[in-house]
């Protein structure tokens, strides 16, 4: 009975981690200006603007979307696989309403806190508007000149683009 749980366990996973992915490319020159974005947390601010140069993986999460959750941490994973932080740069931001909670899920998935924003209330539903995030969350990868190029990208993907 336990094997066949801990199998039931790992499809679910393993089917959420492929369908968090859209690989959804866009060429930059069709591509979408992403919105500007300042982030004030704990005595870091993180905006946009000052990003500009590097692709941006923007990933919004919150720990009541399981999709989004398995997304944010194979993100992590990439990023601490990948030797890329001249030109290229992990962010996610967490809409947790409990900023210990959002704390403890990224002590226990093992998350580079310093690419962790926990946003609440108003600034989370101006971000959530802004972004359009109504249908649930997504990661877009912006280029280096703004634009948004891709949406859910896989890691495949992440690699191809970046030509890693």
Same mark, same amino acid.
């Given at each position: 009975?336990?094997? =066949?749980?801990?199998? @039931?366990?790992?499809?679910?996973?393993?089917?959420? +981690?492929?369908?968090?992915? =859209?690989? /959804?490319? @866009?060429?930059?020159? #069709?591509?979408?200006? $992403?919105?500007?974005?300042?982030?004030?947390?704990?005595?870091? =601010?993180?905006?946009?603007?000052?990003?500009?140069?590097?692709?941006?993986?923007?990933?919004?999460? +919150?720990?009541?979307?399981? @999709? +989004?959750?398995?997304?944010? #941490?194979?993100?992590?994973?990439?990023?601490?696989?990948?030797?890329?932080?001249?030109?290229?740069?992990?962010?996610?931001?967490?809409?947790?309403?409990?900023?210990?909670?959002?704390?403890?899920?990224? /002590?226990?998935? #093992?998350?580079?806190?310093?690419?962790?924003? #926990?946003?609440?209330?108003?600034? $989370?539903? /101006?971000?959530?508007? =802004?972004?359009?995030?109504?249908?649930?969350?997504?990661?877009?990868?912006?280029?280096?000149?703004?634009? @948004?190029?891709?949406?859910?990208?896989?890691?495949?993907?992440?690699?191809?683009?970046?030509?890693?």
């Amino acid at each position: 009975m336990k094997k =066949t749980m801990i199998f @039931i366990v790992f499809f679910v996973v393993l089917l959420i +981690s492929v369908s968090a992915h =859209t690989d /959804k490319v @866009i060429d930059a020159n #069709n591509g979408y200006i $992403a919105p500007s974005l300042t982030l004030d947390y704990e005595k870091e =601010t993180l905006s946009l603007e000052e990003l500009k140069g590097k692709y941006v993986l923007l990933s919004f999460w +919150s720990s009541t979307d399981a @999709i +989004s959750r398995v997304a944010c #941490n194979e993100y992590t994973s990439f990023t601490k696989q990948v030797n890329a932080e001249e030109q290229f740069c992990f962010v996610s931001i967490n809409f947790d309403k409990s900023e210990g909670l959002f704390k403890e899920i990224v /002590k226990r998935d #093992n998350l580079n806190a310093r690419t962790q924003f #926990n946003v609440q209330g108003d600034e $989370a539903n /101006k971000i959530k508007r =802004t972004f359009h995030l109504e249908d649930g969350y997504n990661t877009l990868l912006i280029d280096p000149t703004g634009r @948004i190029v891709a949406t859910n990208p896989s890691t495949t993907a992440l690699t191809k683009i970046l030509s890693l």
